[in-house]
């Protein structure tokens, strides 16, 4: 089992920034890939960005190209969000998720992961 543990979230104005954090513990040895979802009310969960976990490679949704950037830091285990020039749209509760193994849908897929954080709000005033 792999727990996941998000922490960063707020309120911030639109235009400002926050950064998540997503702390990996348990089995994480295997971890193949770590990601960020987001969902907000009334919408379904989708995709944010993501990377591999050895070769860093990095895959993010269109709306967030330029403003997000996902990044690891090896030895903490711990997978981080930087997002600039934040945007009303971006307020959602985010996600953190992990996948064990490479699946066929890809990394920016709910279906390839395994392991979900308890999710952090985000909010963006216009």
């Known amino acids: 089992q792999v727990q996941l543990v998000e922490s960063g979230g707020g309120l911030v104005q639109a235009g400002g920034s926050l950064r998540l954090s997503c702390a990996a513990s348990?089995?994480?040895?295997?971890?193949?890939?770590m990601g960020w979802f987001r969902q907000a009310p009334g919408k379904v969960r989708e995709f944010v960005a993501a990377?591999?976990?050895?070769?860093?490679?990095?895959n993010y949704q269109d709306s967030v190209k330029g403003r997000f950037t996902i990044s690891r830091d090896y030895g903490k285990i711990t997978v981080y969000l930087q997002m600039n020039s934040l945007k009303p749209e971006d307020t959602a509760v985010y996600y953190c998720?992990?996948?064990?193994?490479?699946?066929?849908?890809?990394?920016?897929?709910?279906?390839?992961?395994?392991?979900w954080g308890q999710g952090t709000q985000v909010t963006v005033s216009s």
């Open positions: 990377l591999t976990w050895s070769g860093g490679s990095t």
């Open positions: 998720a992990a996948a064990r193994a490479r699946h066929v849908t890809g990394i920016g897929d709910r279906r390839a992961y395994d392991y």
């Open positions: 348990g089995r994480t040895f295997s971890t193949y890939a």
